[in-house]
């Protein structure tokens, strides 16, 4: 059964930096796109940023310039750099991929930004 587990949220204050991990298990992720979205309560799920199996990365505007994507085709693991930090990005996060037409997600990993 493919699995995905999130890892690496907190609690912060403005300004700081956490690490979020995505491992997956039963699936390579480096063949695959792997994109990492928030929810806050109350609100829809929305994207954050993407990395494509060649390697091509995206951000959403809000996070563009604080946030970094990148792979760990070793460790079958893709991760999320995220750097100052602010209120906004309270969020549960969520990595997803996708493959044979078919969406895997995670669990889920609480990022608490407090100022």
């Known amino acids: 059964q493919v699995q995905l587990v999130e890892s690496g949220g907190g609690s912060v204050q403005v300004g700081e930096s956490l690490r979020l991990s995505c491992t997956a298990s039963r699936i390579v992720l480096s063949t695959n796109a792997v994109s990492w979205y928030r929810q806050s309560p109350g609100k829809q799920r929305e994207y954050v940023a993407v990395?494509?199996?060649?390697?091509?990365?995206n951000y959403a505007d809000s996070v563009k310039g604080r946030f970094t994507i990148w792979r760990d085709n070793e460790k079958n693991t893709v991760y999320l750099q995220m750097n100052n930090l602010k209120p906004e990005d309270t969020a549960t996060y969520y990595c997803?991929?996708?493959?044979?037409?078919?969406?895997?997600w995670g669990q889920g990993t609480q990022v608490t930004v407090s100022s």
């Open positions: 990395v494509v199996s060649g390697g091509v990365r």
């Open positions: 997803k991929t996708t493959s044979r037409n078919r969406e895997y």
